[in-house]
């Protein structure tokens, strides 16, 4: 008899337990600062014991930067999955649309774990780490796309960091102190407009 509904089963007890640890800890932490917040807390608001959070996460600081490698994850997947004809400008927009866009739709709970990254300077420190290596992959796949070397032409790593900057000014502006709060899709459309015209110039 095969035993694959069984593992499928507990992978996604496992993933539906590691979900509720990192939305426990994630609100927790923007709540009430990174220092503040104990493992304990966090297991406890989970539901799970401490012993069972250090089965999916070595420390707390672990599961923002989880979070960080979905968002990079989610990048990289947007950007494959774009039409093959499509201009870079379209395909990178949507590609770092995908998590603005999540944040958008639940802005209630992604504003405060947005701030609360950029303003705790080990958090920051990390987002940057992961902000060079989401450069690098959409590189990659940009390269890919449009049959271009990134150890022998510019282009693909400039268009992909310029990507990942209009990201980061977006997040910075979007988790900023004014009342209202834009929608990000919304700022990286308007980003990407100001980008587009250098974005498709010819690659070559």
Known sequence: MSTRPEVSLAQRKRQL???????AALQLLALRGFDAVTVDEIATTAGVSKRTFFRYFASKEDVVV????????????????RPAGERPSEALLHAVSVPLSLCGDHAER??????????????????????????????????ARLGLD?????????????????????LHH???DGEEAEDPTVLIGRAFAVLAPALDRETH
Do not use: C, K, N
Request: aromatic content about 8%; cysteine-free.
């Open 150 to 170: 990134p150890e022998a032409e510019l282009y693909p790593r400039l268009a992909a960091g310029m990507a990942v900057a209009a990201f980061d000014t977006v």
């Open 17 to 23: 337990v590691a979900t509720e640890l990192t939305e």
């Open 66 to 81: 989880q979070f960080l490698a979905d968002m990079g994850a989610d990048m990289r997947a947007g950007l494959a999955a």
């Open 110 to 143: 992604a504003l405060p774990v947005v701030r609360l990254i950029l303003r705790t300077p080990a958090l920051l420190a990390r987002f940057l780490e992961h902000e060079a290596r989401w450069r690098e992959e959409l590189t990659e796949e940009l390269g």
């Open 174 to 176: 979007w988790s900023g």
